[in-house]
């Protein structure tokens, strides 16, 4: 497969251009040679209005009149308008276009030029007659200008596209050039890409260290060990937590004083056990049971809910159950903290923060060192892309198929 950095591609192109320059010359013959002999006409115009500027030619000494040095002054400002001004060597739709575009654009200034300074020759025997010849070949200029304009828009710009060509094969050859530049511009940073992305590697592996540091899989066990006992409590303490929900709504209720803190805890005990437990307050929740077991025949509960509350409450206040679980739950408790302590200690929350910070800010630059330059590769290549479909859509159009060279369509599709 050719590349876009085969000289084939080029020669192809070029090939391609060139034939198909001689078959539009062919088509547009006429029209061409119509827009062509009008614009001979404006530049002829053009012409006679530099050699009116001669008229207004004065040499200025220290004791010229002002109104000599205005008359210089619009000599100058005619020349430097359409002295530089040549027709297109080809006759083109864009070509003709920019010359007309250069000549309005050159009239318009002129004009205020004319409307400054002509005003100020009061010496009406002196310079009359030059401006008078401008005035006249200026119009002239301008009225055969329309008529170039009015003959490209009628007769030329339907034939605008298939004359486009060209330019689009011209923008394919600009584009493919500046590819090859990127490519290798590329080549160049290759160095600079790979010593990057050994930082980025090396920051990467220094993070999956801290991240799979020891301490970190025995919090995750030890984590992972709570939840287990968490989930078991839940169900352990059902009935228990179902009783201490109706013992306060009944104390407020009756108005029996009870300890707010008390309720507090019991609240937290229901909705995790295992951080009430590990943290020291069975003999609290002791207290509190001793309470719900007091209060337990008024709660208004089912017959078969009393007595599975009064079980689960015997069993953990009189036969040392709840002592048990706040043993394991304890030790379960220190375990963790113990292994916060650690991990505290040597920092790796903020380790790894910065870590992930510093090879964020790697990634990056690794990015910026080729992003810019494969992002307007990608641009360039869909440009190319587009044109070529555009160029055999054309073609197909006007019958000119055969031209357009296939091997390319590998390249540009």
């Given at each position: 497969?050719?590349?876009?950095?085969?000289?084939?591609?080029?020669?192809?192109?070029?090939?391609?251009?060139?034939?198909?320059?001689?078959?539009?010359?062919?088509?547009?013959?006429?029209?061409?040679?119509?827009?062509?002999?009008?614009?001979?006409?404006?530049?002829?115009?053009?012409?006679?209005?530099?050699i009116d500027a001669d008229n207004f030619h004065e040499e200025i000494t220290e004791t010229s009149p002002t109104m000599d040095k205005y008359s210089l002054k619009i000599e100058e400002e005619v020349k430097a308008t359409f002295s530089s001004?040549?027709?297109?060597?080809?006759?083109?739709?864009?070509?003709?276009?920019?010359?007309?575009?250069?000549?309005?654009?050159?009239?318009?200034?002129?004009?205020?030029?004319?409307?400054?300074?002509?005003?100020?020759?009061?010496?009406?025997?002196?310079?009359?007659?030059?401006?008078?010849?401008?005035?006249?070949?200026?119009?002239?200029?301008?009225?055969?200008?329309?008529?170039?304009?009015?003959?490209?828009?009628?007769?030329?710009?339907?034939?605008?596209?298939?004359?486009?060509?060209?330019?689009?094969?011209?923008?394919?050859?600009?584009?493919?050039?500046?590819?090859?530049?990127?490519?290798?511009?590329?080549?160049?940073?290759?160095?600079?890409?790979?010593?990057?992305?050994?930082?980025?590697?090396?920051?990467?592996?220094?993070?999956?260290?801290?991240?799979?540091?020891?301490?970190?899989?025995?919090?995750?066990?030890?984590?992972?060990?709570?939840?287990?006992?968490?989930?078991?409590?839940?169900?352990?303490?059902?009935?228990?937590?179902?009783?201490?929900?109706?013992?306060?709504?009944?104390?407020?209720?009756?108005?029996?004083?009870?300890?707010?803190?008390?309720?507090?805890?019991?609240?937290?005990?229901?909705?995790?056990?295992?951080?009430?437990?590990?943290?020291?307050?069975?003999?609290?929740?002791?207290?509190?049971?001793?309470?719900?077991?007091?209060?337990?025949?008024?709660?208004?509960?089912?017959?078969?809910?009393?007595?599975?509350?009064?079980?689960?409450?015997?069993?953990?206040?009189?036969?040392?159950?709840?002592?048990?679980?706040?043993?394991?739950?304890?030790?379960?408790?220190?375990?963790?903290?113990?292994?916060?302590?650690?991990?505290?200690?040597?920092?790796?929350?903020?380790?790894?923060?910065?870590l992930e910070r510093k090879l964020r800010d790697a990634q990056r630059d690794l990015d910026r060192i080729t992003e810019a330059l494969e992002r307007e590769r990608k641009e360039q290549l869909e440009k190319i892309k587009q044109n070529w479909?555009?160029?055999?859509?054309?073609?197909?159009?006007?019958?000119?198929?055969?031209?357009?060279?296939?091997?390319?369509?590998?390249?540009?599709?």
């Amino acid at each position: 497969m050719l590349s876009l950095e085969s000289q084939e591609i080029e020669q192809q192109l070029n090939s391609f251009r060139k034939s198909y320059s001689e078959f539009i010359s062919k088509e547009l013959a006429n029209v061409r040679k119509k827009i062509g002999s009008r614009v001979k006409k404006v530049q002829e115009k053009i012409n006679r209005v530099l050699i009116d500027a001669d008229n207004f030619h004065e040499e200025i000494t220290e004791t010229s009149p002002t109104m000599d040095k205005y008359s210089l002054k619009i000599e100058e400002e005619v020349k430097a308008t359409f002295s530089s001004l040549e027709p297109p060597e080809i006759i083109t739709y864009l070509l003709v276009k920019e010359y007309i575009d250069e000549i309005t654009k050159g009239l318009t200034k002129l004009d205020n030029v004319f409307k400054k300074y002509v005003p100020l020759l009061k010496d009406k025997k002196k310079y009359t007659k030059r401006v008078k010849d401008m005035d006249r070949d200026i119009k002239k200029l301008g009225n055969e200008l329309l008529k170039l304009q009015s003959e490209l828009q009628h007769h030329y710009e339907p034939h605008r596209e298939i004359e486009s060509v060209i330019d689009l094969i011209d923008e394919i050859l600009e584009r493919k050039e500046r590819i090859e530049q990127i490519e290798k511009e590329l080549r160049k940073r290759e160095k600079d890409v790979q010593e990057q992305k050994e930082v980025v590697q090396g920051l990467q592996t220094e993070l999956e260290k801290v991240r799979s540091h020891e301490l970190l899989g025995k919090l995750e066990e030890a984590n992972q060990e709570i939840h287990e006992m968490r989930k078991n409590l839940d169900l352990e303490f059902s009935e228990i937590k179902k009783g201490l929900k109706k013992l306060w709504k009944y104390l407020k209720k009756n108005r029996i004083d009870y300890n707010k803190e008390d309720q507090r805890l019991a609240e937290q005990f229901s909705s995790d056990p295992v951080s009430v437990l590990g943290t020291g307050h069975e003999r609290t929740l002791v207290s509190i049971f001793a309470l719900l077991e007091k209060h337990a025949s008024k709660l208004q509960l089912k017959k078969d809910k009393e007595e599975a509350l009064k079980e689960a409450l015997n069993a953990m206040i009189n036969e040392g159950k709840l002592n048990k679980i706040a043993q394991d739950a304890k030790q379960a408790w220190e375990k963790r903290e113990n292994i916060r302590r650690q991990l505290t200690e040597l920092k790796l929350e903020e380790i790894e923060k910065e870590l992930e910070r510093k090879l964020r800010d790697a990634q990056r630059d690794l990015d910026r060192i080729t992003e810019a330059l494969e992002r307007e590769r990608k641009e360039q290549l869909e440009k190319i892309k587009q044109n070529w479909s555009k160029i055999k859509e054309i073609a197909s159009n006007i019958g000119a198929s055969e031209l357009v060279p296939t091997s390319l369509d590998q390249v540009f599709s």
